[in-house]
């Protein structure tokens, strides 16, 4: 799975009309026999991979170790003969062909140069070459001559007219270049084959894959497998890359694909023992990740199924599945039983999907917007990526190019984007990098063609354009319409500070339903989750031999993006122990429990039973708004009523005490909203164990 994109091409036949040209015929060598005899083995065993990589092509197969082995013995012969216009046209169709393809440029002009006419596709690659040099109306030029002269009753001017239509689209774009920065990012990329990044909501850590050299044996062309590695972000700078701990890595191609919104588990995807690609599932524990689980068998069908993505709730699979028609297209199967994580028979995704290669995929959060790559629609050239929004019929809409500098005439594909809308990593190899895919971040100016991002740091072309003026990227303004909060943070031990290893529920308040369930990491006790806009949220934590924690995220829609960092403290069960009930609401001045309140208390119903000994005394606090006899008789109504809740759920009243405080116990100062808000609580305390 070394490359990924298909140009198809190739026919036979050559005609020799020289200017300059200097063909591998023993007459033109006659002072150097023996060099001569070399050089024509080495090309001729070029010839021979260089068929199969053409087949291969043909039959929708990966060409490109067939084309790598050509290049090997090409490069011998042109070290003897750099003037055959024969050879050179072959080499820049086997670039043409990898993740290298600016080598392709340079090989491709100089056959044309030596002889116009070498072969027949020449004019086709010339067109190639000037678009990938942003040359369009000369590319143009050449993709309209080569038509005219193909007479073939194949359907090979589907590609000529898509290549056609990458130079109008190009043009278009090109000129009108989108307000944002695209910088290479060198700490995480190599002269290898580095991609697919993801990113952890906070930002703090990269998965990505690539082809550098590993611990396991090259292949017959010195090129080593695709495996998974992660880096930390330290003091605004990425580390370099370290190999993913755990079974992940194996001798054959390991390919990250996205990481949940959580950062727990990650899609990837690797050969099955019939040789096609399949998706697999793999959790983390701790600091490793543990051995990958093929998935649902109505996704992995007889076919190449890669680059999977969930979506926000985790119902549905996005991916790409490779068909003989179209190449690969977008996917979507539906979740039929989360327990055994088996999903149903997958179903085209027809707005989204073109003619061409599609895929991967990237779902926002928010679970209407998509991101994907695609060769079709309208191109630059090669892969671009695209943004869709789900319209209210439930069906995605037309997809719009993200425009250049994102996007180039090479192949700029992936697409993972922070929570705030300002930033995102893609991988590309245009011209710039240290060579094949390199990781790229995109840096948003403005609102004029942002898109709607969010989710920091989750987790998947041409000339960069680096920051040159510090003082320049200062002054760059950046706004988002990003409807979302992100929670993250870790849980510890109240009193050694060491990390606990505790699961955190997401409630919707409203249904008393438990939308999201996770584990934090066990090693390091972090945790990261986001939640949309137009919600009342309770999150609840919890671990065997601690009192629970609540958080409530009440989010209006329409709000604006919003992180919150938080260190959980978790108290042992023991006397003295005090926690704050923070999804226990009452109707303003009043001790009426309201119905979004039942998730919380049920958590405590559920303690209390837990552990049968356990005795606790309820207790109610205000702020100081109003007078304090009137404050103090609220706070007690409010914390018997929570009493009177855990006696109808079968608690003994002897566990139970219920005392009102009124605004005598601030947590916080009475001078602001938010500090009055959080004096109005009710706590519980261990009195007895």
Same mark, same amino acid.
């Given at each position: 799975?070394?490359?990924?994109?298909?140009?198809?091409i190739v026919a036979?036949g050559?005609?020799a009309?020289?200017?300059?040209d200097?063909?591998?015929?023993?007459?033109?060598?006659?002072?150097?026999?023996?060099?001569?005899k =070399?050089a024509?083995?080495?090309?001729?065993?070029g010839?021979?991979?260089?068929?199969?990589g053409?087949e =291969?092509v043909?039959q929708?197969?990966d060409?490109?170790?067939h084309?790598?082995?050509a290049?090997?013995?090409?490069?011998?012969?042109y070290?003897?003969?750099p003037?055959s216009?024969?050879?050179?046209?072959?080499?820049?169709?086997?670039?043409a062909?990898?993740?290298y393809k600016?080598?392709?440029?340079?090989?491709?002009?100089?056959?044309y140069?030596?002889?116009?006419?070498?072969?027949?596709?020449i004019k086709y690659y010339m067109?190639?070459?000037k678009?990938?040099?942003?040359?369009?109306?000369?590319?143009l030029?050449?993709y309209q $001559?080569?038509?005219?002269?193909?007479?073939?009753a194949?359907?090979?001017?589907?590609?000529?007219?898509?290549r056609?239509?990458e130079?109008?689209?190009g043009?278009?774009?090109?000129?009108?270049p989108?307000?944002?920065w695209v910088d290479?990012?060198?700490e995480v990329s190599?002269?290898?084959n580095?991609?697919?990044?993801?990113?952890?909501?906070?930002?703090?850590?990269m998965?990505?894959?690539?082809?550098r050299?590993?611990s396991?044996?090259p292949d017959?062309v010195?090129?080593?497998d695709d495996?998974i590695?992660?880096s %930390?972000?330290v003091?605004?700078k990425?580390q370099?890359p370290q190999?993913l701990?755990?079974?992940i890595n194996?001798d054959?191609?390991?390919?990250?694909n996205?990481l949940? !919104?959580?950062?727990?588990?990650?899609l990837?995807?690797?050969?099955?023992?019939?040789g096609d690609?399949d998706? !697999?599932e793999?959790f983390?524990?701790?600091?490793?990740?543990?051995e990958p689980i093929?998935?649902?068998?109505q996704i992995n069908?007889?076919?190449?199924?890669?680059?999977?993505?969930?979506?926000?709730?985790?119902?549905l699979i996005?991916?790409s599945?490779s068909?003989?028609?179209?190449g690969y $297209?977008i996917?979507v199967s539906?979740l039929?039983n989360?327990?055994?994580r088996?999903y149903?028979l997958?179903?085209?995704?027809m707005?989204?999907?073109s003619?061409?290669?599609?895929?991967p995929?990237?779902?926002?959060?928010d679970g209407?917007t998509m991101?994907?790559?695609?060769?079709?629609h309208?191109?630059?050239?090669?892969?671009?990526?695209?943004?869709?929004?789900?319209e209210?019929s439930?069906?995605?809409?037309k997809?719009?190019?993200?425009g250049y500098?994102?996007?180039?005439p090479?192949?700029?594909f992936f697409f993972a984007?922070?929570?705030n809308?300002?930033y995102?990593?893609?991988a590309s190899?245009?011209e710039?990098?240290?060579?094949g895919?390199?990781?790229y971040?995109?840096t948003?100016?403005g609102?004029e063609?942002?898109p709607?991002?969010a989710?920091?740091?989750?987790l998947l072309?041409?000339?960069?354009?680096?920051?040159?003026?510090?003082?320049?990227a200062s002054a760059?303004?950046?706004?988002?319409s990003?409807?979302l909060?992100v929670?993250k943070?870790?849980t510890i031990d109240?009193?050694t500070?060491?990390?606990?290893?505790?699961?955190i529920?997401?409630?919707?308040n409203?249904?008393?339903k438990i939308?999201?369930?996770?584990?934090?990491?066990?090693?390091?006790?972090?945790?990261?989750l986001s939640?949309n806009s137009?919600?009342?949220?309770g999150?609840?934590?919890?671990a065997d031999g601690?009192?629970?924690?609540?958080e409530?995220f009440?989010?209006p =829609?329409?709000s604006?993006?919003?992180?919150?960092n938080?260190?959980i403290?978790l108290k042992n069960?023991?006397i003295?122990s005090?926690?704050a009930?923070?999804n226990?609401f009452f109707?303003?001045?009043?001790?009426?429990?309201?119905?979004?309140?039942?998730?919380e208390?049920?958590r405590?119903v559920?303690l209390?039973?837990?552990?049968?000994?356990l005795?606790?005394?309820?207790?109610?606090? %205000?702020d100081?708004?109003?007078?304090?006899?009137?404050?103090?008789?609220l706070?007690q109504?409010r =914390?018997?009523?929570v009493?009177n809740y855990l006696?109808?759920k079968?608690i003994s009243k002897?566990?139970? %005490?219920a005392?009102?405080?009124?605004d005598?116990m601030?947590?916080?100062?009475?001078?602001t909203?938010e500090?009055?808000q959080?004096?109005?609580r009710?706590?519980?305390e261990?009195?007895?164990n």
């Amino acid at each position: 799975m070394k490359n990924l994109f298909t140009l198809i091409i190739v026919a036979l036949g050559f005609t020799a009309i020289s200017q300059g040209d200097v063909e591998f015929k023993a007459a033109n060598f006659k002072d150097d026999k023996e060099g001569f005899k =070399a050089a024509m083995e080495a090309f001729e065993k070029g010839n021979e991979s260089w068929e199969l990589g053409n087949e =291969a092509v043909f039959q929708v197969k990966d060409p490109e170790l067939h084309y790598w082995k050509a290049l090997e013995q090409y490069e011998k012969a042109y070290k003897f003969n750099p003037k055959s216009a024969e050879l050179n046209f072959k080499m820049g169709v086997c670039y043409a062909h990898s993740s290298y393809k600016q080598k392709s440029i340079s090989y491709i002009e100089e056959a044309y140069k030596l002889n116009p006419e070498v072969h027949p596709f020449i004019k086709y690659y010339m067109g190639l070459a000037k678009q990938l040099n942003y040359k369009f109306d000369e590319a143009l030029k050449f993709y309209q $001559e080569f038509e005219n002269g193909y007479k073939k009753a194949d359907n090979y001017n589907k590609f000529t007219e898509q290549r056609k239509s990458e130079c109008s689209s190009g043009k278009q774009l090109f000129a009108n270049p989108v307000r944002a920065w695209v910088d290479h990012v060198p700490e995480v990329s190599t002269e290898y084959n580095d991609y697919a990044p993801s990113i952890t909501m906070d930002g703090e850590e990269m998965i990505l894959t690539s082809d550098r050299p590993n611990s396991h044996k090259p292949d017959e062309v010195g090129k080593y497998d695709d495996d998974i590695y992660s880096s %930390t972000m330290v003091d605004g700078k990425w580390q370099k890359p370290q190999p993913l701990k755990g079974p992940i890595n194996t001798d054959g191609d390991d390919i990250s694909n996205n990481l949940s !919104y959580n950062g727990t588990k990650m899609l990837m995807n690797k050969r099955n023992s019939n040789g096609d690609f399949d998706i !697999y599932e793999t959790f983390q524990k701790g600091d490793t990740w543990i051995e990958p689980i093929s998935f649902s068998r109505q996704i992995n069908l007889k076919s190449d199924d890669i680059y999977a993505s969930y979506n926000f709730n985790d119902k549905l699979i996005y991916y790409s599945k490779s068909s003989e028609a179209n190449g690969y $297209e977008i996917m979507v199967s539906g979740l039929v039983n989360r327990k055994n994580r088996e999903y149903g028979l997958p179903n085209r995704e027809m707005s989204v999907s073109s003619r061409f290669n599609d895929g991967p995929v990237y779902l926002h959060p928010d679970g209407k917007t998509m991101f994907f790559a695609s060769e079709g629609h309208n191109s630059m050239g090669g892969y671009d990526i695209f943004m869709a929004k789900k319209e209210k019929s439930g069906y995605w809409g037309k997809p719009v190019n993200l425009g250049y500098p994102i996007n180039t005439p090479y192949d700029d594909f992936f697409f993972a984007a922070t929570a705030n809308g300002k930033y995102a990593y893609i991988a590309s190899n245009r011209e710039g990098g240290k060579g094949g895919y390199d990781i790229y971040k995109v840096t948003f100016w403005g609102p004029e063609k942002q898109p709607a991002l969010a989710t920091q740091d989750y987790l998947l072309a041409s000339v960069a354009k680096p920051i040159q003026d510090p003082e320049l990227a200062s002054a760059v303004q950046v706004t988002t319409s990003a409807e979302l909060t992100v929670f993250k943070g870790k849980t510890i031990d109240a009193l050694t500070k060491k990390p606990v290893e505790a699961i955190i529920e997401i409630t919707d308040n409203a249904t008393g339903k438990i939308i999201e369930s996770f584990t934090t990491n066990s090693a390091s006790g972090k945790f990261l989750l986001s939640l949309n806009s137009g919600g009342n949220f309770g999150i609840a934590v919890k671990a065997d031999g601690y009192l629970f924690h609540s958080e409530n995220f009440d989010i209006p =829609a329409g709000s604006a993006y919003n992180m919150v960092n938080k260190t959980i403290e978790l108290k042992n069960i023991k006397i003295g122990s005090k926690i704050a009930l923070r999804n226990v609401f009452f109707d303003t001045g009043k001790s009426t429990l309201r119905s979004e309140s039942n998730a919380e208390l049920d958590r405590l119903v559920q303690l209390l039973k837990d552990v049968p000994g356990l005795k606790i005394e309820l207790s109610g606090h %205000t702020d100081n708004t109003g007078s304090a006899t009137a404050n103090v008789q609220l706070s007690q109504d409010r =914390a018997q009523a929570v009493m009177n809740y855990l006696v109808s759920k079968g608690i003994s009243k002897s566990r139970l %005490t219920a005392k009102g405080y009124g605004d005598s116990m601030p947590v916080a100062t009475n001078d602001t909203s938010e500090g009055r808000q959080l004096n109005r609580r009710t706590e519980f305390e261990i009195t007895g164990n």
